[in-house]
């Protein structure tokens, strides 16, 4: 593990929005989802929602990358447990959903540096009617073309950078929001990979990490790490 990994990974954690995200309503090509995670990664979030049913649930490493270890992708059986979640985790926040109504907004008229979830349908038949019913405002993509809608994970990735651009104005990623074990863990996992695996197989727990990112710990962890096995 080098400095620069150990830094590089502080900083993308010390970055991390955790009262922006978004949530799927029954997205049910896997592509799709995978794109979203990744496009979140980029813009800083930290956690995405899905609603899924149980038996089609996939998030598969060669299409996600590297982003499903950076983002918490929390798959839900519904859409009121979903929502239910979102409120749990960003308190106040605007729920908004990607939807053409009558009383629709530009996604860009939206004060996204507020604590901020937005829901966005499947491919083909669009944000289910609970999903709308949970929203506070509804949004819209200008079209001036003869196709109606984008790809979702295109038009998630129009909201998401909206969103980073006006946050990035406000200074929004100044703010160091991530929970401290958390960003333990990850930093732990994400510069320690080996180590990390050798401490769940044995069920220790992931000792302290100097500034430079080296492991603090003494001679009693180490002969525990090489030596015992998880009873």
């Not at 794109?35 to 979030?45: F, H, K, N």
């Amino acid at each position: 593990m080098t400095n620069k990994r150990y830094h590089r990974v502080k900083q993308v954690l010390d970055r991390r929005q955790t009262d922006l995200t978004v949530c799927l309503d029954e997205v049910h090509k896997h592509h799709n989802l995978s794109a979203i995670v990744r496009t979140a990664d980029a813009v800083g979030c930290h956690n995405v929602h899905a609603v899924w049913p149980k038996e089609q649930r996939r998030l598969t490493n060669n299409t996600s990358g590297g982003s499903k270890n950076w983002v918490e992708t929390h798959m839900h059986d519904d859409i009121d447990t979903a929502v239910a979640k979102i409120r749990e985790q960003i308190p106040g926040v605007q729920l908004l959903a990607t939807n053409l109504s009558d009383d629709a907004v530009d996604y860009r008229d939206i004060d996204y540096t507020q604590p901020t979830a937005f829901i966005v349908g499947q491919e083909r038949e669009g944000i289910s009617d609970k999903a709308l019913a949970h929203a506070d405002k509804h949004i819209v993509i200008p079209m001036r073309g003869m196709v109606q809608s984008l790809n979702v994970s295109v038009a998630a990735a129009l909201i998401l950078y909206e969103a980073q651009r006006q946050r990035e104005a406000k200074n929004c990623y100044e703010r160091d929001m991530l929970d401290p074990g958390i960003k333990h863990r990850l930093l732990f996992e994400g510069c320690h990979p080996i180590i990390a695996q050798q401490c769940k197989e044995k069920g220790l727990s992931y000792p302290a990490l100097d500034d430079e990112g080296e492991i603090i710990a003494d001679e009693t962890f180490w002969n525990t790490l090489r030596y015992k096995r998880k009873g």
